[in-house]
């Protein structure tokens, strides 16, 4: 079988759609044939996933954005069978393509994909309270956290378009900054019971508590500088009670990965995190940059289970 490509048109504010037809001409001629089928809404990337993972597709690709990224994996973990993924970047946020460092242009991508190596890589599992107070389960490459980034996804997905800027990856730069600031206004400290390993059960109170994967999330923001996708730990990150002021003054760090070093910032290594409201309050949490279920919630470790193809070393 020939590897599938599975599009989502309406990644990068559409312009995926846009460019398909010079898109798929690089693809063509840098990596060769392949098949393709395109998405029509949420949850099609993961039923077209799973569906060819389990007639026997080898290699399947995602072309679109972190939830496009995101949907492909579970279909094809959620598949069981041994398939290897690839990324073609198209979409506004790329931050598990900046942790793989497959390349942002098209023909490079392509050659990325052609000539790279296989690499078992982890990932995340997180069980969380959906919208009817049921459970539910979802599979994540790069960070699923509650709290600020929760607030801030939400006001992307209802933002004003942003397509008079110049470039994609401005707009997806553009439009988390400007969500940031606007969220950051009316910040309000999030609290949680936590509880990570075997460790004691704890109240916290955070801005922003990150679990990741993987290095990036919200279009370039270095939240876990140290995470890798490969040592069989989760990162957690929890961005503590800082005032407004200084987050703004402080903001770039995120994306120098330098926070790390401010006193309200604590990191360690896990492989299962559990969180619950304090008061039983409805705590968002996000998913690879979509808004999920709620708290309570538990994260862990899923070791070396995806086979992705990454670019070869340089």
């Not at 970047?89 to 497959?102: A, K, L």
């Not at 500088?225 to 957690?236: E, H």
Request: charged share 25%; net charge positive.
């Amino acid at each position: 079988m020939l590897p599938l490509i599975i599009v989502n048109p309406k990644s990068a504010a559409g312009s995926t759609r846009d460019k398909w037809s010079a898109i798929a001409s690089d693809l063509r001629t840098h990596f060769g044939p392949f098949t393709v089928a395109f998405t029509k809404g949420p949850g099609d990337g993961i039923d077209l996933a799973r569906r060819s993972a389990e007639s026997g597709r080898k290699l399947i690709i995602a072309c679109g954005g972190d939830g496009t990224v995101n949907e492909v994996a579970n279909g094809i973990l959620l598949s069981g069978n041994d398939v290897e993924m690839g990324v073609f970047p198209s979409g506004t946020g790329g931050d598990f393509r900046r942790t793989v460092r497959m390349p942002a242009e098209p023909r490079e991508a392509a050659r990325a994909l052609k000539n790279g190596s296989t690499k078992k890589i982890d990932v995340g599992k997180v069980t969380y309270t959906d919208e009817n107070g049921g459970s539910a389960e979802r599979y994540f490459l790069n960070v699923s956290s509650f709290g600020l980034a929760a607030g801030v996804i939400g006001r992307v997905k209802s933002a004003t378009s942003l397509d008079w800027l110049p470039a994609d990856n401005i707009r997806g730069r553009a439009s988390f900054a400007l969500s940031t600031l606007q969220e950051v206004v009316a910040l309000q400290t999030t609290t949680a019971r936590v509880k990570i390993d075997d460790g004691e059960e704890r109240s916290i109170g955070t801005v922003n508590f990150c679990v990741a994967n993987a290095r990036f999330f919200g279009g370039g923001m270095k939240i876990a500088p140290k995470a890798k996708i490969s040592d069989g730990f989760l990162d957690v990150v929890n961005i503590g009670d800082i005032r407004t002021a200084k987050i703004i003054l402080n903001a770039y760090t995120l994306y120098r990965g330098t926070h790390l070093d401010l006193p309200e910032v604590k990191d360690t290594l896990a492989k299962r995190i559990e969180a619950r409201p304090l008061n039983g309050e409805q705590i968002p949490i996000e998913i690879d940059g979509e808004l999920g279920g709620f708290l309570p919630a538990a994260w862990e470790i899923v070791p070396s289970a995806l086979n992705l193809r990454v670019p070869p070393l340089k």
